[in-house]
């Protein structure tokens, strides 16, 4: 089927500014809404509606890293339209992180080849923190420059809390460079609350409060994983981002109904609030956006953000409202040019057949049909990009960690830190584990899924250092990818250092990749695109990472989404205690940590 090009519409149209729905024809020049014009009369014989259903604004994902879907740009668009969304604000920090402005400017680049709308944030933390090795820096005036190409509407996710709390110059110098462009500046303070909460929001010049010295600081949050933390958040101003990505789930409870039963009741949020207003109350989703943060590609071949909107359907929040959440509500805070069926708007479009069943039955950018029942009409495209590896080949012993013997040789414990991931979530706990110790070699322990935990730094200077993580489960080969935020070397884990060595280096081979490796076998899915996305549509990927996935879940991994946990593993920003190719690292004291006790 030939994609279709709009000049006009008659159809039963959702107003996100009345929460009406009426029959309107559309008028659209040049990809833009030039009028909405109500029919009043649709019993009339000569009025012809053009689809069954409601038309409803195209829907915008507020907060996405491409890179972590393995697709570029082009093809991701190719994968989401079909679910009705038709923007999406793109933080591309993954691939500033490995190759800096040149990686942004890909994603632009490639980005501009298909009909989709994208818009971008200009990385704020490049590096992430000082306390791993990356491929650039991007400081104050690399964002200037990116805040003023077209397309990029904000400063990225402002992950360094430490720094805005302590008013580190670089930091604030990229919050003045926002500030100046008006643009609005995205947040992310994990568990942050209280006097260091207020001081990240509020972001002073000085240390003089009284002074009121203040510059904008982060106005958007999407890590909150409890109720409380998104309400404490929301009181000092910030908008609320609800996350469902792969790894990090995070409606449920946000979305708790004896939570907001709680807040309804409550009158200094919500001021005096009679009987009969009390159960519409409820259907208010209290917070601002739905996001998906990061969503692998076999997430998103079921769906986007289609899924959210159903999902947040069923925890009784009210269809229209949650509709607002990913069209008016991002495109006002951003300044998006789309979000509402109004003159002057962009004519996105997403016909769906009900509120009930809420099936996508066409998707329209720019008055053009993009995708039909579950047809994308978007080409793939074949970009390339440099990709740089730069590491020796590495052998068993470097995946050992070495203890000093006892007096008498003889086999001991030693008491050690030790990571535990939690499924669903990209926090991570700090335990204690008494791990044996073999010629002076601390041994994982495979019956308590204690295994051992490795980031191999790719960027020249082969700097590599050694944990033990619990929580995958594992119980023969390694996992490996190339793909470990923020910074982006190579994490590994494993029952023996053996497998680890065969792993890092399949990886380091193929310049970039997901891989297993167990016994003889030996398989990965190529990243050739800076190490962290393929140059293939999302078919082929999804059909390969599902092959890995699944001999993975058959060596004994209980994860969700194994892959997309280990990849947070290395995050120095995400408490608690995380692995850097420098060493491990606690972040609610921010600096590094031995990894034995004694």
């Known amino acids: 089927m030939n994609p279709k090009r709009f000049n006009s519409i008659k159809a039963n149209i959702l107003d996100v500014f009345t929460n009406e729905i009426y029959t309107s024809e559309i008028s659209i020049e040049d990809g833009y809404i030039v009028s909405v014009d109500p029919i009043s009369n649709i019993e009339n014989d000569d009025v012809k509606l053009d689809f069954d259903?409601?038309?409803?604004?195209?829907?915008?994902?507020?907060?996405?890293?491409?890179?972590?879907?393995?697709?570029?740009?082009?093809?991701?668009?190719?994968?989401?339209?079909?679910?009705?969304?038709?923007?999406?604000?793109?933080?591309?920090?993954?691939?500033?992180?490995?190759?800096?402005?040149?990686?942004?400017?890909?994603?632009?680049?490639?980005?501009?080849?298909?009909?989709?709308?994208?818009?971008?944030?200009?990385?704020?933390?490049?590096?992430?923190?000082?306390?791993?090795?990356?491929?650039?820096?991007?400081?104050?005036?690399?964002?200037?420059?990116?805040?003023?190409?077209?397309?990029?509407?904000?400063?990225?996710?402002?992950?360094?809390?430490?720094?805005?709390?302590?008013?580190?110059?670089?930091?604030?110098?990229?919050?003045?460079?926002?500030?100046?462009?008006?643009?609005?500046?995205?947040?992310?303070?994990?568990?942050?609350?209280?006097?260091?909460?207020?001081?990240?929001?509020?972001?002073?010049?000085?240390?003089?409060?009284?002074?009121?010295?203040?510059?904008?600081?982060?106005?958007?949050?999407?890590?909150?994983?409890?109720?409380?933390?998104?309400?404490?958040?929301?009181?000092?101003?910030?908008?609320?981002?609800?996350?469902?990505?792969?790894?990090?789930?995070?409606?449920?409870?946000?979305?708790?109904?004896?939570?907001?039963?709680?807040?309804?009741?409550?009158?200094?949020?919500?001021?005096?609030?009679?009987?009969?207003?009390?159960?519409?109350?409820?259907?208010?989703?209290?917070?601002?956006?739905?996001?998906?943060?990061?969503?692998?590609?076999?997430?998103l071949k079921e769906g986007h953000l289609n899924v959210l909107i159903k999902k947040a359907i069923s925890f009784g929040i009210d269809p229209i409202e949650a509709i607002k959440m990913v069209t008016i509500n991002p495109a006002k805070h951003y300044n998006l040019n789309s979000g509402a069926i109004e003159v002057g708007r962009k004519a996105n479009f997403c016909l769906i057949n009900n509120f009930d069943d809420f099936n996508i039955k066409k998707t329209i950018i720019n008055g053009e049909i993009v995708a039909e029942e579950g047809v994308s009409f978007i080409k793939s495209q074949n970009p390339s990009f440099k990709n740089t590896f730069v590491l020796s080949?590495?052998?068993?012993?470097?995946?050992?960690?070495?203890?000093?013997?006892?007096?008498?040789?003889?086999?001991?414990?030693?008491?050690?830190?030790?990571?535990?991931?939690?499924?669903?979530?990209?926090?991570?706990?700090?335990?204690?584990?008494?791990?044996?110790?073999?010629?002076?070699?601390?041994?994982?322990?495979?019956?308590?899924?204690?295994?051992?935990?490795?980031?191999v730094e790719r960027y020249g200077n082969n700097n590599l250092s050694n944990a033990f993580i619990k929580g995958f489960n594992l119980k023969n080969g390694a996992i490996a990818s190339s793909v470990a935020h923020d910074s982006h070397n190579i994490v590994v884990l494993g029952t023996e250092s053996k497998y680890m060595a065969k792993a890092v280096n399949l990886i380091s081979k193929n310049k970039g990749g997901l891989a297993i490796v167990y016994d003889d076998v030996e398989k990965i899915l190529k990243l050739p695109i800076a190490g962290l996305m393929s140059d293939e549509d999302i078919g082929s990927v999804s059909k390969e990472l599902n092959e890995i996935n699944e001999t993975i879940k058959n060596l004994g991994c209980?994860?969700?989404?194994?892959?997309?946990?280990?990849?947070?593993?290395?995050?120095?920003?995400?408490?608690?205690?995380?692995?850097?190719?420098?060493?491990?690292?606690?972040?609610?004291?921010?600096?590094?940590?031995?990894?034995t006790n004694n």
Do not use: W
């Open 53 to 299: 259903g409601i038309l409803v604004p195209g829907f915008i994902d507020a907060h996405i890293h491409i890179e972590s879907s393995l697709l570029t740009p082009s093809n991701f668009a190719k994968a989401v339209v079909p679910f009705g969304t038709t923007s999406v604000i793109a933080d591309p920090h993954e691939i500033a992180n490995v190759s800096g402005i040149e990686g942004v400017e890909f994603m632009i680049d490639d980005a501009s080849k298909v009909p989709f709308d994208f818009y971008f944030s200009a990385p704020s933390c490049v590096p992430a923190t000082s306390f791993e090795t990356n491929g650039a820096c991007l400081d104050s005036l690399a964002i200037e420059e990116l805040l003023k190409m077209e397309g990029v509407v904000s400063l990225g996710e402002v992950m360094n809390f430490v720094g805005v709390i302590n008013n580190d110059k670089n930091v604030i110098d990229k919050l003045k460079v926002a500030k100046k462009y008006n643009k609005p500046v995205d947040g992310h303070a994990p568990l942050l609350s209280g006097a260091d909460l207020e001081k990240y929001v509020n972001v002073y010049l000085d240390d003089d409060f009284d002074n009121k010295n203040l510059i904008m600081g982060p106005q958007t949050d999407h890590e909150s994983i409890s109720f409380d933390e998104a309400i404490e958040k929301k009181k000092l101003g910030m908008k609320i981002m609800v996350r469902e990505g792969s790894s990090a789930k995070n409606m449920e409870a946000l979305f708790n109904i004896k939570d907001r039963i709680g807040l309804c009741s409550n009158q200094d949020f919500f001021g005096a609030v009679s009987v009969d207003d009390f159960g519409e109350i409820l259907k208010n989703p209290i917070f601002d956006f739905l996001v998906t943060d990061d969503k692998e590609p076999n997430d």
């Open 393 to 455: 080949e590495k052998n068993p012993n470097d995946f050992n960690v070495n203890v000093k013997l006892n007096s008498n040789n003889s086999i001991f414990y030693i008491n050690t830190k030790v990571i535990e991931v939690i499924d669903g979530e990209i926090i991570t706990k700090k335990i204690d584990k008494d791990l044996k110790v073999e010629k002076g070699i601390i041994k994982g322990n495979i019956e308590e899924d204690i295994l051992k935990l490795a980031v």
């Open 558 to 595: 209980t994860l969700e989404s194994p892959f997309m946990t280990l990849s947070f593993v290395s995050l120095l920003v995400i408490p608690s205690l995380r692995l850097s190719d420098k060493g491990l690292f606690d972040v609610d004291e921010f600096s590094f940590v031995d990894l």
